[in-house]
């Protein structure tokens, strides 16, 4: 069993920064793909970055390359989102989730366990 939590949220102007955290507990070692997804009020949860702990292969959403940077820490079970330029379309509740392996590039079906998320909010 895996449990993540979020932290770091908030709200920002656009052109500010923050940067999320996820730290898991439980069976962390068996989950060798770390993720963060997004979801806005009537819009269906979508990848943002994700990274294969075994190697550090990266793989970003179009929408944040450049500007997004995912890290991970394994020595202490923590992932994290290093978000800069942001913009008000990056608003959204941001999830991190754990899967036992990367099999594709950002598909929530290869993550097993899930975040209760934390919401960013950027405004003009």
């Known amino acids: 069993q895996v449990q993540l939590v979020e932290s770091g949220g908030g709200s920002v102007q656009a052109g500010g920064s923050l940067r999320l955290s996820c730290v898991g507990t439980?069976?962390?070692?068996?989950?060798?793909?770390l993720g963060w997804f997004r979801q806005s009020p009537g819009k269906e949860r979508e990848g943002v970055a994700r990274?294969?702990?075994?190697?550090?292969?990266?793989v970003y959403a179009d929408s944040v390359k450049g500007r997004f940077t995912i890290a991970q820490d394994n020595a202490n079970n923590t992932v994290y989102l290093y978000m800069e330029n942001l913009k008000p379309e990056d608003t959204a509740m941001y999830y991190c989730?754990?899967?036992?392996?990367?099999?594709?590039?950002?598909?929530?079906?290869?993550?097993?366990?899930w975040g209760q998320g934390t919401q960013v909010t950027v405004s003009l």
């Open positions: 439980g069976s962390m070692s068996s989950n060798k793909c």
């Open positions: 989730a754990a899967g036992d392996y990367c099999y594709h590039q950002l598909l929530a079906s290869d993550f097993g366990n």
């Open positions: 990274v294969n702990t075994d190697g550090g292969r990266t």
